[in-house]
């Protein structure tokens, strides 16, 4: 079964600093990469997502991830965060075997003003 | 936002009764899934359909059962509840499985008491 850790558990910021959030996943395989995000009182939405090619994406609200395949990683990045972006942030990976999407524990962003 | 109708949105129930959530697409798709969101958890597979009739367990699936007679209705139901299935419940939907996103139901809130 896949694994997807999640590095940080709380991560406080001031507003304009940068911002990365640790994934790693086990599967060795074919993979789709997600980084989801959660606001408060809400369903989640996509941030960003990686399936081939170019392995740095870019999203939305100015998030982007790289994928490593070496590493296993796809790792989040913002490079000026805003207090809007207070928030859960969860990585998700679905692999070829059964197309389980497993998600990691999250990490709760909060951006102080 | 994907038509995706979770119900109820929230339930109180008393511990030993069975309980079933319901989860309704408007978007054809065929893959669903039955998700529980904790706290230090991130989010739980418990079930996930990859089409009419055709079901599989996620990793937290013991005490679940779940039913998908139509494309468009996926439900779950705890067969009798504990106090450990109160939780958040979120139903996502996605179109192939690989290479493709899921979207997120607005969730449904769980207490047994």
């Known amino acids: 079964a896949q694994s997807v850790s999640q590095h940080n558990h709380h991560v406080i910021l001031s507003e304009a600093a940068s911002l990365e959030l640790g994934c790693n996943y086990s599967y060795g395989g074919t993979v789709n990469l997600f980084w989801y995000v959660q606001y408060p009182g809400q369903h989640l939405q996509l941030l960003l997502k990686y399936f081939s090619g170019d392995p740095l994406v870019k999203g939305i609200k100015g998030f982007e991830a790289e994928f490593i395949k070496s590493k296993f990683s796809f790792n989040l990045r913002k490079p000026s965060v805003q207090w809007s972006d207070t928030a859960e942030y969860f990585c998700?990976?679905?692999?070829?075997?059964?197309?389980?999407?497993?998600f990691g524990a999250g990490t709760t962003v909060t951006v102080r003003a | 936002d994907a038509g995706i109708t979770q119900s109820p949105r929230h339930k109180v129930t008393e511990t030993g009764t069975p309980v079933t959530l319901r989860c309704h697409q408007t978007e054809n798709h065929r893959y669903m899934y039955w998700y529980r969101q904790d706290p230090g958890h991130g989010l739980r597979l418990i079930h996930y359909?990859?089409?009419?009739?055709?079901?599989d367990k996620g990793e937290v699936s013991d005490g679940y059962s779940v039913s998908r007679s139509k494309t468009e209705d996926f439900l779950l139901t705890l067969e009798s509840a504990t106090s450990s299935q109160t939780s958040v419940y979120f139903c996502a939907i996605s179109a192939t499985g690989m290479n493709t996103e899921a979207f997120f139901g607005q969730g449904t809130r769980l207490t047994v008491v």
């Open positions: 998700a990976v679905n692999d070829g075997s059964d197309y389980k999407l497993s």
């Open positions: 359909s990859y089409g009419v009739k055709d079901t």
